[in-house]
């Protein structure tokens, strides 16, 4: 009975061995495998990419921002209208940011951009891209943002989707547009990408992003849930 006692001590002691680090460890592993499963979805690296027309395009130094539709200033900085939930998006989520960018920038005179881009669509152009996604396969959840271009993604955009392996990933698209919102991008997304999970998205109208927070907020909860 003794020796029983001795052999039960010897083992309580030599559990308690491990330091509180060990231990925090250990809480923290079990906690963060359990929210895993509940949630699902939110339980790898998170990239936010997203295509604006700032960053895109060789603005002149005397841009009239004030009238100059899609631009922001911000710290003096010019910013796109989508450019700016992605920042939100990045300050939520703490994923990298990506921007999604043409190897030729697009004209800074938005009139001749809407008029060539009717013809970029209708002729299913794929612009070639200068920024690549590097270890594409780390990633679990693509906050995917772009903005309504006659009706649908840029052009760009098909290009992104068809350069990488998307399957068993989750896209969650979000935009700004005029007043459109995504028109038929959802359905592009899920045909050029068939094995992705595409979640609920978000659209706000180019004008009012800067008020956009709260809704980025609530949106990105639900997501996570
Ligand atoms: C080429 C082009 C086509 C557009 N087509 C549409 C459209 O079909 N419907 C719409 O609501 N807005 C349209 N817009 C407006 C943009 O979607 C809107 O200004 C958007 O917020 C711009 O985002 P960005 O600053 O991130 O580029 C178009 C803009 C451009 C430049």
Known sequence: MKKILLILIAIILVGCQSTPSENMNTITNQASSETQEQSGKDNGKVLVAY???????????????SSSASVIVEDQQLVGNTEYLAN???EQTG???FLIQTQTPYTADYDALVDEQQGARAQNL???????????????VIYLGFPNWWGGMPMPLYTFL??????????IPFNTSGGSGFSNAIEDIQELCPQVTVLDGLTINGSQVQDAEDDV???IQEAQE
């Open 51 to 65: 295509f604006s027309r700032v960053g895109n395009t060789d603005f002149p130094e005397n841009t009239d921002t």
């Open 88 to 90: 939100l998006i990045v």
């Open 95 to 97: 994923g990298d940011k």
């Open 126 to 140: 794929r612009p070639a891209l200068a920024s690549h996604v590097e270890n594409f396969e780390d990633y679990d």
């Open 162 to 171: 068809e350069e990488y392996d998307f399957s068993h990933k989750t896209i």
């Open 217 to 219: 907020v609530s949106w």
